[in-house]
């Protein structure tokens, strides 16, 4: 695995955080890594993106690379028209990500809020650059209720198109899990087909740096070059037992 596509179930999920564990994690596995943001909205010219953090927070041995920047915090398509910019085309990702992957074992390119979210105004998505790149997908979910549903739409949106699911990981897990949570880690897999790779405590992004490396492995299943195994996660987070109103 040269280059892996990031896709959220949606925005807000931790999508950056999950991108940077990894690359932590393999950056502590010995491999050299860079980080592909094709589209940046909703942030100045100035200002640092979600590339930047993933230094940031993995370290200055991590690559990174912004293809295109829009001011405002929409999807790629119509952040590019509102502002008079060039919209991004597949071709133009999956080109960026190879000559990346030339000096790296490991690309990571981090997409744009959901998988299917648009890119330019032939409806072309980060799906599109995963076909040409023939890359397999990591998928970021949400912790509670309505994650099933979105992660399962993800799933076979990309079996659909011929792409390979390679795991889904929880973008924030919270420190106080609620019923919903502790049930969907046992759920998610058995309703998206994919095995659960990970779950990334959520506010960790807020972590001193050296502690984020340091915790980053532990976050992720060895095939993202971590250390977290789903059994002893879901032993530690299994919910309680049923108990009727009232008893």
Not at 19 to 37: E, H, I, P, Q
Not at 130 to 159: C, K, M
Not at 161 to 171: A, D, E, K, N, S
């Amino acid at each position: 695995m040269t280059v892996l596509i990031v896709s959220g179930t949606g925005t807000e999920i931790g999508k950056t955080v999950v991108t940077a564990a990894v690359a932590a994690a393999a950056v502590a596995a010995g491999r050299s890594v860079a980080v592909l943001k094709p589209a940046q909205t909703g942030v100045g010219p100035h200002e640092p993106g979600d590339a930047a953090e993933v230094v940031r927070l993995a370290g200055s041995a991590v690559t990174a690379m912004e293809l295109a920047r829009y001011p405002e915090p929409l999807a790629p398509d119509t952040a590019a028209r509102r502002a008079g910019l060039p919209t991004l085309a597949p071709a133009q990702i999956a080109e960026a990500a190879r000559r990346l992957s030339e000096d790296h074992d490991l690309v990571l390119v981090e997409g744009a809020g959901g998988l299917l979210v648009r890119f330019d105004e032939a409806g072309n998505t980060l799906a599109d650059a995963a076909r040409l790149l023939d890359a397999p997908t990591l998928i970021v979910a949400q912790a509670g209720l309505g994650t099933l549903n979105s992660t399962t739409l993800t799933a076979e949106g990309l079996r659909a198109r011929g792409l390979t699911p390679l795991g889904v990981v929880v973008g924030s897990w919270p420190h106080s899990a609620d019923l919903a949570a502790r049930c969907n880690l046992a759920d998610l897999p058995k309703s998206s087909q994919v095995p659960l790779l990970g779950a990334v405590p959520e506010n960790s992004g807020t972590l001193p740096p050296e502690r984020f490396r340091a915790a980053a492995p532990s976050w992720l299943a060895p095939p993202l070059s971590g250390t977290w195994s789903p059994e002893s996660f879901l032993t530690t987070w299994s919910p309680p037992p049923y108990a009727p109103a009232g008893a």
